[in-house]
């Protein structure tokens, strides 16, 4: 009965898989391949930012994201209020992302007995934050203690109408891929932080050094959902025909948008918009500017392809990029460099049992 | 920037409050106390088993689950199997004690190297095996890697018409106090793992003595949600006024019901249903039966009240025991022992910072 094997695998002795040989997707791909769906009503189950409901009059859309401490965030440089801010912030990109409009989000939270009351006053401070910002209820949760650290498990409900949710899996060949904003700023962020972190575990004396880094430092410790896109395109006249949010790293997200698409796609280097201090920064950091962007993740930003006919409405919109376009499958999935050299996008996910920042 | 002092609380020297002081109640009374709701359709925020959501037609019932490794379960005991079947079903409860259908989970989990793939596919084949028996649909869920142990957050959508909706707070002074199946036995269940993990610890050799105890045992690690109680009591013609599942023990769900619904209660000791050997072996443990039952948890039977009117429709329904009554909250909330005594209802949640386990 006791120390039965399944619970205290030994490792490769047994011919166990460990987790880092699979990854992160090879594992989801393995845990998921035997799900059955019960339900008519569920319109989308795994593998888009949400799982799609139809309630009858209105779609349910739902999400959940798992932030751990020493995993996902790193309590010597994340105030509470920031990280309560950004736990909420994540979900809601989700429902950003599927098109829907934010509404209930439940909080979940496990703390080791070395957090005060005050110090988790702080954390739902930062939730409240948000929901205010982004008109969002909290509505319930689950509070436990924990053996080490703090865990905190967010799951948010979304609404919109059937014909406006936007899928991964809508890209066409021909279709021009487009982003919000500027991306790889928050991992610039990240490593200005975890930097100056090092040289105060060196000489705690020492003042750190952030000041003039506040977009960078901004972008990783307070990222913001656009749940403004909805409108804009809406505005203008536009439905795009898949959708995602920049979670990962561009490399990553536009993989899930051709693979679940079925289609193939060109990336052009040179367009990835990416903020002038954060490209000086990369360069001094002996990063290639694009990899921040390709890489680095956590911006929050949208990626979603639209029909070619629609590029007239889209192409003067601030705040919008065209960095590429869908092609036919055999095609494979590129990134063309100014030089005009073709490279193969890749992209890992969490990458087995490593830091999630470390694989970066 | 580093070392704030809300990250790294110091305890008492800087007048913060620890979380054992407030404890689990306390601690969610705080934080959510603040909390805003800003859309009409959010018909029940914190507070019941689950959230509602008036979704147009349907009404959406949402509810979520943090359990974690060292301090819900302990896996020298708890096959992974069962533990995905449990942590499923915990969820599934909650959908019950609100009278709604069961839909969609999503299963969030965090896993340090310890586990092989091989020990997930074990957890997950516990998770399909509840989701097919109470027919929901595993849509999504998040993986990550943990600093310790195993982390599994489940959140779960139910769905009922707004009239069959039941939450804590319509209780009425003169309404009957039912409770379904029996309790306890999980309690004793735990107990009986327990006792044989020490004997194993002290003399790894020994074989555990659980031959005798399934029904105890499976109880403990294989509960099942009362699903069926909302058809049979749409059978017999019965809403009921208040209902919610008993995880925490009878004592606390009572006094949930009772503080929502602003009423008072009296309770029959003698009525509590606990199954014979249950009842045994307690006294074998220098336990007071009931006490399995009113502090234990974890059995996921229903706990409701009925209009005394319904009293004939209900008496003699197999599996459905009247343990009391409500009464005016002047009345306070009381125990009545066989010889007439009248205890005052007590109970704690989560203590603190302490192991859920050790404070039962």
Redesign the interface.
Known sequence: ????K????K?KSLN???????G?FG??D???K??????P??R???GDD??V?D????M?L?????L?????FD???????HLGYKAAVVNISDIAAMNGIP??I?V???????????????L?AGI?LA??KY???????????????L?I?I?I?G?GKQEEIIYRNGAKPGDLLCVTGDLGSAYMGLLILEG??KV?QVNPDMQ?E?TGFDYQIGRQLKPEARTDIRNLLQGIGIKPTSMIDISDGLASEILHICKQSGVGCKLFEEKIPIEEQTRELAIEYKIIPSVTALSGGEDYELLFTIQQSDYEKIKDVEGITIIGHITQPSDGTFMITPDGKSVQITAQG?D?????TETL
Chains 1, 2 share one sequence.
């Open positions: 009965m006791f120390e039965k399944e619970n205290k695998p490792g166990l898989t460990s987790l880092s040989e699979l992160e594992l989801i393995r845990l998921t035997t799900v059955n769906l019960y339900h009503e569920t989308k189950g795994i949400a799982a409901i309630a009858g009059g209105q349910i739902l999400s959940t994201d798992l751990i401490e020493g995993v996902h309590l010597t440089y994340t105030p509470l209020k509404k209930q439940t979940s939270i496990g703390v080791s007995s070395r957090f005060s009351a005050q110090a988790l006053d702080e739902y409240n929901c205010k008109k969002v209820d909290l509505v319930g949760g689950d509070t436990s203690s924990s053996v080490k650290g865990i498990s799951s409900i609404m100056e972190k105060f750190p952030l969490w087995g049992m490593k830091n999630k």
